[in-house]
């Protein structure tokens, strides 16, 4: 399916279709088995994946080596990430729900555009994962996941 992004005309259509059917039929399970709160270490986790899936759906629509790159200097922070969302959620299946739903969700955001526009849209996303290392990547997602939390946008365990 990954390969449909960089495909054109009525596939996009039809990729968004899939995709948020996909959603829908992944979405209950997989908020019913999370937690209702959320540790400082899942937020920034969960920060870093979205950053991780936004590139991968980046990079494929723009047929760019960035987001392999990326996984690759970063291998230490993505499996602490996602061993972090995985504990989050107990459950490898669940993590797996959730990680394929935003993807879905961040094609969905891709549906309907040009390749052009796609990648002119991500330049700076892929710009800057191409400069992240370990520090850099987790400095991120714990900036990012610092304002989520200022903003309210968690519920915190232990309140």
Known sequence: MVGLLV?????MKKLAVAAA????VVMPGVAGAASDCYSPAAVEAEQGIHFLVDLMVA???CRDQTYGLFQQRNKEAVLGYQKAMIAHFHSNA???????TLANQAA???AGKSGPQACQEAAELIKAAAGMDNRAFRAYATSQATAALAAGRYKKCGR
Do not use: E, F, M, N
């Open 7 to 11: 495909s054109p005309g009525g596939i």
């Open 21 to 24: 059917l996909a959603a829908s």
């Open 59 to 61: 990079s494929t629509a």
């Open 94 to 100: 669940v993590y797996d729900r959730w990680d394929t």
């Open 108 to 110: 969905l955001k891709q």
